[in-house]
């Protein structure tokens, strides 16, 4: 097993929240070290989950965007449990509703004669299509071999397989 020193020489590549994390990883006899390491490993918990903003926000660090995080998701929550509707149907509701915000907001720059924001033109080439064709004809040969072997009995734990 590595020492502490090894782990912080491999891991230091310059980062000042990093280095005080090695320093302080090295040092030992400190009481509440113990209690900020996860299962007696040499990094801390902060360092396990990788030291970002996402680990920030998990561990209430940035406690106003993890509040936020958690009303965000709470308010979701509480929009799906109420309308009965499912995730897919919210989700077309809000591009519908965007969809439209746009077409308003394109009308509304002609009406003052400003000028409207062009979209990138999406164009599928040929080859991305043909390589896309050729994949999904691989996929649908696939099922049609495994169900050809299901019917004519060669599979018989999927062919007596009831719902």
């Not at 996402?54 to 958690?70: H, M, P, Y």
Request: hydrophobic share 45%.
């Amino acid at each position: 097993m590595e020492s502490p020193e090894d782990f912080c020489s491999i891991e230091d590549d310059g980062d000042a929240r990093k280095a005080a994390a090695c320093t302080s990883s090295t040092s030992s006899g400190s009481p509440g070290e113990s209690a900020s390491r996860l299962f007696g490993r040499q990094g801390t918990v902060h360092r396990c989950m990788g030291g970002g903003k996402a680990a920030d926000l998990i561990l209430w660090k940035r406690r106003t965007a993890s509040f936020g995080v958690i009303v965000v998701a709470t308010v979701a929550w509480l929009l799906f449990e109420r309308s009965g509707l499912s995730f897919l149907s919210i989700c077309s509701d809000v591009l519908l509703i965007l969809i439209i915000l746009l077409f308003l907001r394109a009308n509304y720059n002609a009406i003052r004669d400003r000028q409207v924001q062009t979209l990138p033109e999406l164009v599928l080439s040929e080859e991305m299509v043909n390589n896309a064709a050729a994949s999904f004809r691989v996929k649908i040969n696939n099922v049609l071999h495994m169900a050809h072997d299901i019917t004519l009995g060669k599979d018989f734990r999927l062919f007596f397989k009831g719902r």
